[in-house]
């Protein structure tokens, strides 16, 4: 199986499956010296931990990683650091009854057609349990990225038809964990975790949309061809299980603007150059341009519900599924840390390389 591995020169490559005896990742290229946050780490994995309230999933696991390498004496060594997370509310008999069922909108079908074999327990590695890994990972993109200045935060926009109307510049972002639902905008959440509460009750799962806001990138993180900066964090956004869209900046509703409109023209404060919009999102030509990288990710509603469905087994013949087994009815909370990490994954990385193209002896 290809494709596990992520990044350049910060390169992470998660292992392990949804049921079982663990998941973890190996991050290779970190280097030495980065102060090793062990808090950080077990705070963002409880973030995308299962059961944590009423509207997410009520699989319980504790998400307490096990650090096998790559650390000293709280600092990272340079070499690669191994990050293990034991899985143990495993219910693999949960999926007996889907063993043959090709269940709607999953990777059952796709699987079966591309290896000729599956792991039904829960998916195996198509299970959202692989970000979990993710999360580990960014969680020391951060430690190193904040050494730098740079900060991350994600947070809910949209459940459902329920969105958030002020701009990420007007909400106080900090208020995005204060609730269940991860909206900074408490009266917005309510209504969210409403719906959630009222779809879960009907049998059924509804998806939404995360933002995420980057600041304190300098200008020049990024390659400018095949390895531009929206892209990668494009590539990484629709890795995550359930995202089916990406934009950054003014995305798709910039399509609809004129060039009068949509530039970002130039100024300065005397002191920085920055534009006075940021309808390009903090980048422009694939390199970040100063201002703050600002990006959207929409995310389908979760593909097992209880409702009675259609489809067909191994055999193709027609059968009804009633799903089994703990779900989530909407994604969206506990997918804020994986935006995160996928976010710092790829800036940690862009960082890496912008410092490997420059002679810091030359003169500009």
Request: glycine residues 10%; hydrophobic residues 35%.
């Amino acid at each position: 199986m290809a494709g596990n591995t992520l990044g350049t020169l910060f390169k992470l490559t998660t292992f392990g499956e949804s049921h079982g005896p663990a998941i973890g990742v190996v991050i290779d290229g970190c280097p030495a010296q980065v102060e090793f946050d062990m808090n950080l780490l077990v705070t963002d994995l409880q973030r995308r931990k299962p059961g944590q309230s009423a509207i997410t999933t009520s699989r319980n696991e504790d998400e307490m990683p096990e650090v096998l390498s790559g650390v000293f004496d709280g600092k990272t060594t340079g070499a690669p650091i191994c990050i293990l997370i034991k899985n143990k509310d495993q219910r693999p008999a949960d999926y007996d009854t889907l063993k043959d069922v090709w269940r709607p909108s999953h990777a059952d079908y796709t699987y079966q057609a591309k290896y000729g074999y599956r792991d039904y327990r829960g998916s195996g590695r198509a299970s959202a349990r692989e970000t979990a890994a993710r999360v580990a990972a960014g969680a020391v993109a951060k430690m190193l990225l904040r050494q730098h200045g740079v900060h991350i935060q994600a947070y809910v926009h949209q459940i459902g038809n329920i969105a958030v109307l002020q701009p990420y510049s007007e909400l106080n972002l900090k208020q995005t964990e204060t609730n269940a639902v991860r909206c900074p905008d408490t009266e917005t959440a309510i209504r969210m975790e409403k719906l959630i509460a009222e779809t879960k009750a009907a049998g059924d799962s509804v998806g939404g949309i995360i933002a995420c806001v980057a600041t304190g990138v300098p200008a020049g993180w990024g390659e400018p061809v095949f390895d531009k900066l929206h892209a990668q964090l494009g590539k990484a956004m629709l890795s995550i299980n359930a995202c089916k869209g990406f934009e950054i900046g003014s995305g798709f509703e910039g399509a609809t603007k004129k060039g009068s409109e949509q530039n970002d023209s130039w100024t300065t404060d005397g002191q920085k150059i920055h534009t006075q919009t940021n309808n390009s999102g903090g980048v422009q030509g694939g390199i970040s341009n100063g201002e703050d990288i600002y990006f959207r990710c929409a995310f389908k509603p979760v593909s097992t519900i209880a409702k009675v469905q259609q489809t067909l087994n191994k055999q193709g013949n027609p059968v009804e599924l009633e799903a089994t087994g703990r779900h989530d009815p909407c994604v969206l909370p506990r997918a804020v840390p994986i935006v995160e990490a996928m976010c710092a994954v790829v800036l940690a990385d862009m960082m890496l390389m912008q410092k490997a193209a420059v002679n810091p002896n030359a003169k500009s």
